[in-house]
């Protein structure tokens, strides 16, 4: 017996589970240290749009990229090359944004003459420096004097863009959080100062506040495309930043073919909608088949039986046709709860990852309110994204980061919600609709994918506003009004970057001609690659590519994948 278990104990120490590099790489010990010196240097110099804080992090950065040069390259297998080419790119990201904020810093600077003063107080707190209680009541009474004079210069001037704007805001935020760290430390354990800074400290930063708020009045006045009508006031971000963001997410195409990609799928959808319409007897009127579809809504309190029906059918398909492999535990522990009101204004669908989260209507809603939400989420457009949701997308994405090289915070949405697209094309493509209604919800979506590429970058170019946006949506995809506005404003004002709703499809394009490479060819089962994608976590598809084909990433690296014929 003991001969036995000495034997399974070696086999298992050698199986792929307990691979080195199924965990980590050369390039991770340096992450590690350098996430851990980041958040150290994060916490002490906790002012992040100070000078100080600037300097430190820039010097820390310097002496990661010395580190990282250290690295004999030559000698790292792919996936540490991997590893090294995406840790650099972070680090030069990190430092380009230091410089933009220094940039910023000098632009305001006239604007926030007394800042030194208070970094100053805030750095001798640190130590724990007793101060002067009577010069510092003094010089806060000054600096409540200036702030009041410059307040009023600041209202009359209409000189600011958006962006200084906003480090205007941020920069009197960043000062009240030093007095506060410095008036919580002191107060009540200093009677000196007790006696003197209370009042003159409260005015200061009352009058910070509303200083910081007139900046904030700024930044939305300055805005290139003011509210249209829809109650939606984005910020278009330009051609020359839209395609600085794709070279960054290594999409080496143009905002213009990536506008003719979505037109060509969405072509596609056009057809096989009309075949679906036709199948269904209502000859072309794709308008009336998707206005039958939406009444075949649930009730309300049937709408989470009616999405885990969806959920164990597509969870049946992937074990039948042995896509991927399904943790038990996976299966097991993923959480449901109702969505709120409030979120249901800026994400009108439900959403998933380990906590599937049921959009319907809640009792106070208006009686057109529930009808939308409930039109808008019946079974047959359900049928696209319970799995984008659950298994085998987000909910499995997550549980895999969680287990295999969770180093790995290179985060990008054309990873995220690339691979959850790609699943409803795989599965569409495997038959998962059984009926010309499942089609319809199908296609629904996959024209919402492509919709998104068109009125985001539209808008981002500055050629629509947000309501044409809306419009397109209702016009051409078949949203209902109050979710096509919710998807907007989602888009736009929900915290989202820009380049996020351009990812779902293009993503998801990525993972499929990847597939072609690697299952069409047969040099891999469709279990195999879907296990091998989620095994090396989170990264831009074209560097996951060049693990999964083991080819080596020149060190003078640049994307050139062109993945998508026009």
């Given at each position: 017996?003991?001969?036995l278990?000495l034997?399974?104990?070696?086999?298992?120490?050698?199986?792929?589970?307990?691979?080195?590099?199924?965990q980590?790489?050369?390039?991770?010990?340096i992450?590690?240290?350098?996430?851990a010196?980041?958040?150290?240097?994060?916490r002490f110099?906790?002012?992040?749009?100070?000078?100080?804080?600037?300097?430190?992090m820039?010097?820390?950065i310097?002496?990661?990229?010395?580190?990282l040069e250290?690295?004999d390259?030559?000698?790292?297998?792919?996936?540490?090359?991997?590893?090294?080419?995406?840790?650099?790119?972070r680090?030069?990201?990190?430092?380009?944004?230091l410089?933009?904020?220094?940039?910023?810093?000098?632009q305001?600077k006239k604007?926030?003459?007394?800042?030194?003063?208070?970094?100053?107080?805030?750095?001798?707190?640190?130590?724990?420096t007793?101060?002067?209680?009577?010069?510092l009541?003094a010089?806060?009474?000054?600096?409540?004097?200036?702030?009041v004079g410059l307040?009023?210069?600041?209202?009359?001037?209409?000189?600011?863009?958006?962006q200084?704007?906003r480090?205007g805001?941020a920069t009197?935020k960043g000062l009240?959080?030093?007095?506060?760290?410095?008036?919580?430390?002191?107060?009540?354990y200093?009677?000196l100062?007790?006696w003197?800074?209370?009042?003159?400290y409260?005015?200061?930063?009352?009058?910070?506040k509303?200083?910081g708020?007139?900046?904030a009045?700024k930044?939305?006045?300055s805005?290139?495309?003011?509210?249209?009508?829809?109650?939606?006031?984005?910020?278009?971000?330009?051609?020359?930043?839209?395609?600085?963001?794709?070279?960054e997410?290594?999409?080496?195409y143009?905002p213009?073919?990536?506008l003719?990609?979505?037109?060509?799928?969405?072509a596609?959808?056009?057809?096989?909608m009309e075949k679906?319409?036709?199948e269904?007897g209502?000859?072309?009127d794709?308008k009336?088949a998707?206005?039958?579809?939406k009444n075949?809504?649930?009730?309300?309190?049937?709408?989470?039986?009616?999405m885990?029906?969806?959920?164990?059918?597509?969870?049946?398909?992937?074990?039948?046709k042995?896509l991927?492999?399904?943790?038990?535990l996976a299966?097991?522990?993923?959480?449901m709860i109702?969505?709120?009101?409030?979120?249901?204004l800026v994400?009108?669908?439900f959403?998933g990852?380990?906590?599937?989260?049921v959009?319907?209507?809640?009792s106070?809603?208006?009686?057109?309110d529930?009808?939308m939400s409930m039109?808008?989420?019946?079974?047959h457009?359900?049928?696209?994204?319970v799995?984008h949701?659950?298994l085998?997308?987000?909910?499995?994405?997550?549980?895999?980061?969680?287990?295999?090289?969770?180093?790995?915070?290179f985060?990008t949405?054309?990873?995220?919600?690339?691979?959850a697209?790609?699943w409803?094309?795989?599965?569409?493509?495997?038959?998962?609709?059984?009926s010309p209604?499942?089609?319809?919800g199908?296609l629904?979506?996959?024209?919402?994918r492509?919709?998104r590429i068109?009125?985001?970058?539209?808008?981002?170019?500055?050629?629509?506003?947000?309501?044409?946006?809306?419009?397109?949506?209702?016009?051409?995809?078949?949203?209902?009004?109050a979710?096509?506005?919710g998807?907007?404003r989602?888009?736009?004002?929900?915290g989202?970057?820009?380049?996020?709703?351009?990812?779902?499809?293009?993503?998801?394009?990525?993972?499929?001609a990847l597939?072609?490479?690697l299952?069409d060819?047969?040099?891999m089962?469709y279990?195999q690659?879907?296990d091998?994608?989620?095994r090396?976590n989170?990264?831009?598809?074209?560097?996951?590519?060049?693990?999964?084909?083991?080819?080596?990433v020149?060190?003078?690296?640049?994307?050139?994948?062109?993945?998508?014929?026009?």
């Amino acid at each position: 017996m003991a001969g036995l278990l000495l034997q399974q104990a070696i086999t298992y120490a050698q199986s792929a589970d307990n691979d080195l590099y199924q965990q980590t790489s050369e390039v991770n010990n340096i992450m590690v240290q350098y996430e851990a010196d980041a958040g150290n240097l994060r916490r002490f110099y906790f002012v992040e749009t100070s000078p100080e804080h600037i300097t430190r992090m820039n010097a820390l950065i310097k002496s990661y990229q010395q580190r990282l040069e250290a690295l004999d390259y030559s000698h790292l297998n792919v996936g540490a090359q991997v590893d090294y080419t995406l840790f650099r790119r972070r680090l030069i990201s990190a430092a380009e944004d230091l410089k933009e904020g220094s940039e910023e810093n000098e632009q305001v600077k006239k604007w926030f003459p007394f800042a030194d003063k208070i970094y100053q107080v805030e750095q001798s707190r640190r130590r724990g420096t007793k101060p002067d209680a009577l010069a510092l009541a003094a010089q806060l009474s000054s600096i409540a004097k200036e702030i009041v004079g410059l307040k009023a210069r600041l209202e009359k001037d209409s000189s600011f863009t958006q962006q200084v704007a906003r480090r205007g805001a941020a920069t009197a935020k960043g000062l009240r959080q030093a007095l506060n760290s410095v008036y919580l430390f002191y107060n009540g354990y200093d009677p000196l100062f007790s006696w003197w800074i209370p009042a003159p400290y409260q005015q200061v930063d009352s009058l910070l506040k509303n200083y910081g708020a007139t900046f904030a009045v700024k930044e939305k006045s300055s805005a290139k495309m003011p509210d249209d009508g829809s109650g939606i006031a984005g910020h278009p971000i330009g051609r020359a930043a839209l395609i600085r963001g794709l070279q960054e997410e290594m999409i080496p195409y143009s905002p213009e073919e990536l506008l003719a990609i979505a037109n060509k799928e969405f072509a596609f959808c056009d057809a096989e909608m009309e075949k679906a319409t036709r199948e269904m007897g209502l000859g072309t009127d794709w308008k009336a088949a998707m206005e039958k579809i939406k009444n075949t809504y649930v009730a309300p309190a049937d709408q989470p039986e009616a999405m885990m029906k969806l959920y164990n059918e597509s969870v049946d398909f992937l074990k039948q046709k042995d896509l991927i492999t399904l943790p038990p535990l996976a299966e097991e522990t993923w959480r449901m709860i109702m969505m709120t009101p409030e979120r249901q204004l800026v994400n009108p669908f439900f959403t998933g990852g380990e906590e599937f989260s049921v959009s319907y209507p809640v009792s106070s809603m208006s009686h057109d309110d529930k009808m939308m939400s409930m039109r808008g989420n019946n079974p047959h457009f359900s049928r696209a994204t319970v799995h984008h949701e659950l298994l085998a997308g987000h909910a499995l994405q997550e549980f895999m980061q969680n287990r295999y090289k969770a180093y790995r915070h290179f985060e990008t949405p054309f990873w995220i919600e690339g691979w959850a697209l790609y699943w409803e094309r795989l599965l569409w493509d495997q038959g998962f609709a059984k009926s010309p209604e499942d089609r319809i919800g199908m296609l629904f979506w996959r024209k919402h994918r492509c919709a998104r590429i068109i009125f985001s970058i539209n808008y981002h170019l500055g050629k629509w506003t947000p309501q044409q946006c809306i419009d397109f949506l209702v016009d051409r995809v078949g949203h209902e009004r109050a979710n096509a506005e919710g998807e907007v404003r989602r888009s736009f004002v929900g915290g989202y970057s820009p380049l996020y709703q351009i990812a779902y499809m293009i993503g998801g394009l990525q993972f499929e001609a990847l597939k072609k490479e690697l299952v069409d060819s047969g040099k891999m089962t469709y279990k195999q690659y879907h296990d091998a994608v989620l095994r090396e976590n989170m990264m831009p598809i074209e560097m996951l590519r060049a693990i999964l084909l083991n080819k080596p990433v020149p060190k003078d690296f640049n994307s050139g994948w062109r993945f998508y014929k026009l």
